[in-house]
């Protein structure tokens, strides 16, 4: 089974500043999907991010770019020019690619990112 | 946002009684899920469902039932709660159910069970 660590439970950063949450998994598949939830405290949980394992090229969206690092099992998540609406629980997730259509997510703990103004 | 809605969206309840949460969704999409989030442990799925009348477990099916009698509405039974499944209960779609497509996840449901 596949598993997700998070291992930092929380990090702060100054607002402007640039700041990397990490995320390992384990894993014996060499096909699957990596992403990065973001859960605001209205708790709605929104997709930041999305790797696919085949790629090489680390995905970017606007401030967020992932270091995705296949050999070492590892997908840390940047941010950059933290805003204070970035303030939030942030989850690593992983899913298989099976196509037989019922690919589960698996989460990591989280990470509660707070923005310092 | 995609059209998910769940309901209650908080509710307290004692041990032993039956509790139904909904999850409603006007996406039309094949597949459902519904996922418990609790401290230290991240979502983990309860079970999920790829059309209707066809469902399965996930990782922490125990004490838990789901039915699926229209495509629009997944419901989750707890037929005896007990004060474990005092969580946070999140209901999630995906079109495709594969890797590449995305899941949706409604607002959540809080229970609380004393």
């Known amino acids: 089974a596949q598993t997700v660590t998070q291992s930092q439970p929380e990090m702060s950063v100054q607002e402007a500043e640039t700041v990397t949450l990490s995320c390992t998994y384990d894993t014996s598949e060499s096909d699957y999907y990596l992403f990065w939830y973001k859960q605001p405290p209205s708790r709605q949980m929104i997709l930041v991010i999305r790797q696919e394992a085949y790629k090489q090229q680390n995905a970017t969206e606007n401030r967020f770019s992932v270091n995705f690092q296949k050999a070492a099992k590892s997908f840390s998540l940047k941010i950059s020019d933290s805003q204070l609406g970035d303030a939030a629980m942030y989850f690593c997730a992983y899913r298989s690619v099976t196509n037989f259509g019922n690919e589960k997510l698996t989460f990591g703990t989280g990470t509660r990112l707070t923005i310092i103004p | 946002d995609a059209g998910i809605t769940q309901s209650p969206r908080h509710k307290v309840t004692e041990t032993g009684t039956p509790v139904t949460l909904r999850c409603h969704q006007t996406?039309?999409?094949?597949?459902m899920y519904w996922y418990r989030q609790d401290p230290g442990h991240g979502l983990r799925l309860i079970h999920y469902s790829y059309g209707v009348k066809d469902t399965d477990k996930g990782e922490v099916s125990d004490g838990y039932s789901v039915s699926r009698s229209k495509t629009e509405d997944f419901l989750l039974t707890l037929e005896s709660a007990t004060s474990s499944q005092t969580s946070v209960y999140f209901c999630?779609?995906?079109?495709?159910?594969?890797?590449?497509?995305?899941?949706?996840f409604g607002p959540g449901t809080r229970l609380t069970v004393t």
């Open positions: 996406e039309n999409h094949r597949y």
């Open positions: 999630a779609i995906s079109d495709t159910g594969t890797a590449l497509d995305e899941q949706y």
